[in-house]
């Protein structure tokens, strides 16, 4: 999961979240298939992240071959 931004504000309380990273080798539009992201409701896959990578830690090294994509609900 990827944190919403609002996590990162001090005076926020619980935990929200609007995104899925997911490092895989296959396309975006084969990723949309497998997931039938229209009977998600969710938005087409993108490579990177929701935010920037710097804005994490601990993400772990990404396989060579491999990228992140994200699939987000907005």
């Known amino acids: 999961m990827q944190l919403h931004e609002e996590m990162f504000d001090d005076d926020h309380d619980g935990i929200a979240a609007e995104s899925v990273a ?34 994490y830690c601990g993400i772990p090294a990404i396989p060579d071959g491999h990228r992140v994509l994200t699939l987000v609900w907005d």
């Open 22 to 55: 997911i490092c895989t080798s296959l396309l975006p539009s084969d990723i949309d298939k497998r997931l039938d992201v229209g009977e998600l409701c969710a938005e087409p896959v993108w490579e990177g992240w929701s935010y920037d990578e710097d804005t």
